[in-house]
Nanobody
Framework: VHLVESGGGSVQAGGTLKLSCTVS????????MGWFRQAPGKSREGVAS????????IYADSVKGRFNISRDSAQNTLFLQMSSLRPEDTAMYYC?????????????????????WGQGTQVTVSS
């Protein structure tokens, strides 16, 4: 699986950004996609997860009500719409793919279940 993120940038607090992740090459019958982020000096944390064949989306508490994960109908692009951004959202954002169907929380936001990762896109939020 090949994953390529885009859409990162610098915004002021309260602003919005929309990240995209183009997915190609997957052969799994069922796949779960996720967004993660990693700030300097911190471990990678799950932000949101979405299955491609049914099941609810899952969000980290820190982004609920502000971020929305979605995918296009052809299921080859994953999105993360981010609103009301805060300085603490500053991080490198990664998309990831897991060879599994719907995974309940908290596993869905664990790096352990994801097999493939993109290179990341930087998001910087200034106060």
């Amino acid at each position: 699986v090949h994953l390529v993120e885009s859409g990162g940038g610098s915004v002021q607090a309260g602003g919005t950004l929309k990240l995209s992740c183009t997915v190609s090459g997957y052969t799994y019958s069922y796949i779960t996609m996720g967004w993660f982020r990693q700030a300097p000096g911190k471990s990678r944390e799950g932000v949101a997860s979405i299955p491609t064949r049914g099941g609810p989306e899952i969000y980290a508490d820190s982004v609920k009500g502000r971020f929305n994960i979605s995918r296009d109908s052809a299921q080859n692009t994953l999105f993360l719409q981010m609103s009301s951004l805060r300085p603490e959202d500053t991080a490198m954002y990664y998309c990831a793919a897991a060879a599994s169907g719907w995974v309940p929380p908290p596993a869905a936001l664990s790096t352990e279940i994801y097999n493939d990762w993109g290179q990341g896109t930087q998001v910087t939020v200034s106060s």
